[in-house]
């Protein structure tokens, strides 16, 4: 399938406004002559963003219409009501139609849609859930667009650091492993110390190719960590946070102890 290079659908906001569009429709349901069905929004994962580069977010979807119309179809979260929504995407490009059925009007499409946490508009109240909307411009500035009953989680991303001590540490001795969580601001652009998280110590012994859950900690009001294990042999230390309804997970990287 062709990936054009022109921007099919661009919003020079994150929180645009929509009017005169159509009451929701079931999801896949013609409504208005155009019917849009297995629709896909980023392999159906939360979309994380972090405080300054644009994400792209790849989706499909099917749609079928033998009406005329003025440009590609799209898809794209949306928050409101389809009359007056809020949308967090700054531009969509689509794909060319890959076809399906010609006498039906049945089209396969790629799209690929960006998300710029630098934009004004876009601040820590847009993490949560989203809902997914279908849309195709018609002639005479008319449009067609349907929600598809498609939930879409945005989360802010953290970020984990580590570090072990001793290194190297005695067989049987304590070890003491440091590091800090923080999470994504969007209305500052940075990222702060991510406070009340329960965050998992995990080890990956030398030789091994998985890490292993050993115990959790909290991190601080500022994001700190900090427990303290006995150290039964060499290998890897990492702390793992693993997310929740508005802020990705995410894993340090490994911090390696020999043991003496």
Partial sequence: MKRTTRRAVVAGAAAAVLTGVAA??????AEGGVAFSRVTVNGGKPIVIGVKK???V?????????????????????RGK????????????????????????????????YIDPRHTDFGNEDAGTWRTAARLFLPKDSQDVDDEDHAVQLK???????????????KGKTLTVTGKVTRANWDTHTYQGYGGRSVSLQ????????????????SSRTGVLKTTV????????????????????SSSTGDRVAIR
């Fill in 82 to 113: 389809l009359s007056n929504m809020d949308t967090m995407h700054t531009a969509i490009i689509g794909s060319d139609c890959k076809v399906v059925n010609k006498a039906q009007g049945t089209c396969d499409f790629e799209e690929w849609l």
């Fill in 54 to 56: 644009e994400v792209e």
């Fill in 24 to 29: 929701a429709a079931p999801a896949g349901a």
């Fill in 156 to 170: 802010r991303a953290t970020r984990v650091t580590v570090n072990a001590s001793p290194e190297p540490v005695v």
């Fill in 203 to 218: 080890f990956k012994a030398a030789g091994s190719s998985s890490y292993k859950t050993v115990k959790k900690a909290k």
């Fill in 58 to 78: 790849y989706a499909t979807f099917r749609m079928t219409t033998k009406l005329k119309h003025t440009s590609s179809p799209s898809v794209f979260p949306y």
């Fill in 230 to 249: 006995k150290a039964t042999g060499a290998g890897t230390w990492r702390w793992t946070y693993y997310g929740n309804s508005t802020a990705g997970g």
